[in-house]
C-alpha cells in the first residue's frame, strides 16, 4: 500500500459571476493579495495562508456537464451552500473599515457569541455569506 496518501488541504474555490471583479473586491474588502489572475480571467487566487482561495466563473462547459451546475440563489434570503470565514484581530475594524467601506454588504455587525467569540457577517459582490471573526483557541 503507497505511504503517502496523506491529503493536504490545497484550496477552496469559489464559483462567481465575474472572476477579475471578485479577485479585486476580495483584496480590498478583506486585505488579501493577489497571487495569480489568469488572462482569460477565468482562473484568480489569492495568497491566504497555507491554503489558496480561488475563483472561477460559476458557469463553465467544462465541469457543468462533469460534476453538476452551480446553482445561485435567486434572493438575499437564499445563500450558497458555502460559507467563507475569516479571523481577524480586531472584527469591528475589519468589518466596517475595511469589508463595509469597500463594498461588502453589511449582514449582521459584529457581536460576542457564547462561544467566545467575535463574529459579524457581509455578502460579497456575488452575495456569498463571508463570516468575520475573531480567532477561537
Request: overall charge negative; some cysteine.
Given at each position: 500500500?503507497?505511504?503517502?496518501?496523506n491529503p493536504r488541504y490545497a484550496y477552496t474555490v469559489v464559483y462567481v459571476k465575474d472572476v477579475a471583479k471578485s479577485i479585486a473586491f476580495?483584496?480590498?474588502?478583506?486585505?488579501?493579495?493577489?497571487?495569480?489572475?489568469?488572462?482569460?480571467?477565468?482562473?484568480?487566487?489569492?495568497?491566504?495562508?497555507?491554503?489558496?482561495?480561488?475563483?472561477?466563473?460559476?458557469?463553465?462547459?467544462?465541469?457543468?456537464?462533469?460534476?453538476?451546475?452551480?446553482?445561485?440563489?435567486?434572493?438575499?434570503?437564499?445563500?450558497?451552500?458555502?460559507?467563507?470565514?475569516?479571523?481577524?484581530?480586531?472584527?469591528?475594524?475589519?468589518?466596517?473599515?475595511?469589508?463595509?467601506?469597500?463594498?461588502?454588504?453589511?449582514?449582521?455587525?459584529?457581536?460576542?457569541?457564547?462561544?467566545?467569540?467575535?463574529?459579524?457577517?457581509?455578502?460579497?459582490?456575488?452575495?456569498?455569506v463571508v463570516r468575520m471573526g475573531s480567532h477561537v483557541s
Amino acid at each position: 500500500m503507497a505511504s503517502n496518501l496523506n491529503p493536504r488541504y490545497a484550496y477552496t474555490v469559489v464559483y462567481v459571476k465575474d472572476v477579475a471583479k471578485s479577485i479585486a473586491f476580495y483584496a480590498k474588502a478583506f486585505g488579501y493579495h493577489v497571487r495569480r489572475l489568469d488572462e482569460s480571467h477565468r482562473w484568480g487566487e489569492l495568497e491566504s495562508g497555507q491554503t489558496t482561495i480561488a475563483f472561477t466563473p460559476a458557469k463553465q462547459h467544462e465541469t457543468d456537464e462533469l460534476t453538476g451546475k452551480v446553482q445561485i440563489p435567486q434572493s438575499e434570503r437564499e445563500r450558497n451552500p458555502v460559507e467563507v470565514c475569516f479571523d481577524y484581530s480586531d472584527v469591528d475594524a475589519a468589518y466596517k473599515q475595511r469589508a463595509v467601506e469597500n463594498g461588502a454588504m453589511s449582514v449582521s455587525e459584529p457581536e460576542q457569541k457564547e462561544w467566545g467569540q467575535k463574529v459579524g457577517y457581509v455578502r460579497d459582490i456575488d452575495g456569498i455569506v463571508v463570516r468575520m471573526g475573531s480567532h477561537v483557541s
